[in-house]
């Protein structure tokens, strides 16, 4: 396993593992799996799911399955297909030829159910679908029999048989298992194993009017392909008795092995498929790659590494029911990835003109500067100077605080990798009275990088060329939501939820021209602005636009 993303030895599965091996060990190389439904897309508590059930499967020597649980018509699609598959090989783990299908197991789940009907264990019901909810009973109450569970088995394979001939409308009936309605555990209650859907699916078009619930089909699944360990999130432990019985009532030899871990959460951010899908159709977020979103198209948009994502994982290690994890340590792990791999690059988001007034009219040099001060492979760079530059207007007080040791008026700083300026005059807007230009001279003899060893300056700022600096487009980005709550747990609504900061676009940035070249994805640090990319939507020629993926500032750090 790579030492990037291995556990640390009390991770409890593997304690777990080990004893029930010992116990009774399998017959067959372990083999884990993780079942999406191509419905939507991958997100961080899928990429936990995915490196639990990877890391398990490397631990053993054994193999690792992508598979899709593609058994309802109405919501599934190839294309989610495609970005699944894309996104985890994106995050590092490619299944390779161990991608599979639910769909491809049609006909044998159907003749399981078959068997099910045959023992007994089996009816077709007409209950209407309130009904159904109405007989099942409550957490408290009992559940009641249904009318027609003591139907006969030849009478249950007949209607079975017409369900399937599509001789029935959607919800006039559906397969039931027959367990126990008095049952503590809900999932218990006779559950649903098939229902009718006249829908064409994605991979057998019209082959099929009926679908298997995904209690049902899971556990033949993962006998058909060998899974040993069914490794899932903790709100399944309920339905863990369910998988058991299937498998039970089928004989299956040496059965696969259910077992949970926790559901992981990140504080300020949604992450059930359900509120993601609200917030995309709403129109709230810009489609399922928002940056705002902790999507993996989204995460990976705003410039989050796979690379940061598994050693974040690696850093929660083992979560034993629901955690929310602070988002923090996910930015520190980015941080991390980041700093000494990144080129630095200036960039003014909030442009301030200077003009050097005894820089020669018309002169530009080449100044020498380090595209990474913490890793000198990364080399240097040339960046251009002359008479009149941008510098952040934040970085210039008129009447400057206490502890001030940016630029002011007859105040000097240095220009990082260039001159020390001392500001000689703020020109002002006669309107307005708004600062539009300050007027500086440069002392020639403090050129940085020829041993100039004179008077010294407590302040350093960036800068770039205006002749010669790229205009460009800085997307900030901050946690998207006002409250810890979503409205879709407390009745609320998405638009009051919204933070209105959650997305603040500068559209007048400028940074030096090293950067006008930068393709989609492409990371850099801005200096004192933080790390960003380029926006994978971004095509050449258009106006640079940067999405920044995290400040510098490390809060994780403090805590």
């Known amino acids: ?144 029999d249904s009318p027609y569970r003591e139907r006969s088995i030849e009478e249950n394979l007949i209607l079975f048989a017409s369900m399937r001939n599509g001789d029935f409308k959607a919800g006039a009936s559906v397969l039931r298992a027959k367990i126990d309605m008095r049952s503590p555990n809900i999932n218990l209650r006779d559950p649903i194993l098939f229902r009718i859907v006249h829908a064409s699916h994605y991979r057998t078009g019209s082959d099929w009017c009926i679908y298997p619930m995904y209690d049902f089909a899971h556990p033949i699944q993962d006998a058909i392909e060998g899974i040993t360990y069914s490794l899932c999130s903790i709100e399944f432990k309920d339905h863990r008795p369910l998988y058991e019985w299937v498998l039970r009532e089928l004989n299956i030899p040496a059965p696969p092995r259910q077992r949970e871990f926790g559901r992981l959460s990140l504080t300020g951010v949604v992450t059930s498929k359900r509120f993601l899908r609200q917030l995309v159709e709403g129109g709230y977020v810009d489609g399922w790659d928002d940056p705002r979103l902790p999507t993996l198209r989204g995460m990976r948009r705003r410039g989050y590494t796979p690379e940061s994502i598994r050693s974040f994982i690696a850093e929660i290690g083992s979560i034993r029911t629901q955690s929310t994890v602070d988002i923090s340590l996910l930015d520190h792990c980015l941080r991390q990835d980041l700093k000494e791999k990144t080129v630095s690059v200036m960039a003014v988001l909030k442009p301030l003109k200077v003009v050097i007034t005894n820089y020669p009219e018309g002169a530009s040099e080449m100044l020498m500067i380090d595209n990474n001060s913490e890793n ?74 020829t041993g100039f060893t004179g008077r010294k300056v407590k302040g350093t700022i960036h800068w770039v060329d205006a002749a010669q600096a ?90």
């Open 1 to 144: 396993m790579d030492n990037e993303t291995s556990r640390t030895a009390d991770y409890f599965l593997v304690k777990l593992i080990n004893e029930e091996l010992d116990a009774a060990p399998f017959d067959r190389t372990m083999c884990t799996r993780f079942p999406p439904e191509p419905n939507g897309y991958l997100h961080i508590g899928s990429a936990y799911a995915i490196q639990t059930n990877v890391e398990i499967a490397q631990t053993y020597n054994g193999k690792f399955h992508l598979r899709f649980d593609d058994t309802n018509p109405l919501k599934e699609d190839i294309a989610y297909v495609n970005a699944i598959i894309e996104d985890i090989k994106w995050l590092g783990y490619d299944p390779g030829e161990h991608i599979y299908f639910g769909s491809d197991y049609a006909e044998r789940i159907y003749d399981a159910a078959v068997i099910l009907i045959k023992r007994g264990k089996a009816y077709v019901c007409d209950l209407t679908p309130v009904d159904v909810s109405a007989y099942r009973g409550t957490l408290t109450e009992p559940g009641v």
């Open 376 to 449: 000198a492979s990364l080399g240097s760079r040339e960046v251009p100077f002359s008479r009149t530059l941008y510098i952040e207007r934040d970085d210039f007080e008129e009447l400057p605080p206490k502890g001030f040791h940016r630029l002011s008026p007859h105040a000097e700083v240095r220009l990082k990798g260039a001159y020390f300026i001392r500001c000689e005059e703020v020109v002002k807007d006669e309107l307005t009275g708004e600062i539009t230009e300050l007027r500086c001279t440069y002392d020639p003899d403090t050129k940085s990088g």
């Open 470 to 559: 790229v205009k460009a487009e800085v997307r900030l980005y901050h946690e998207l939501l006002l409250a810890p709550s979503v409205p879709g747990e407390d009745g609320g609504n998405w638009a009051d939820a919204i933070n209105p900061e959650s997305l603040v676009i500068v559209s007048n940035a400028w940074i030096e021209p090293f950067a006008k070249h930068a393709r989609p994805e492409q990371q850099f640090q801005l200096f004192r602005h933080g790390y960003c990319c380029v926006d994978s939507k971004h095509s050449p020629g258009e106006n640079l636009v940067f999405n920044r993926t995290v400040p510098l500032k490390d809060s994780w750090n403090k805590k």
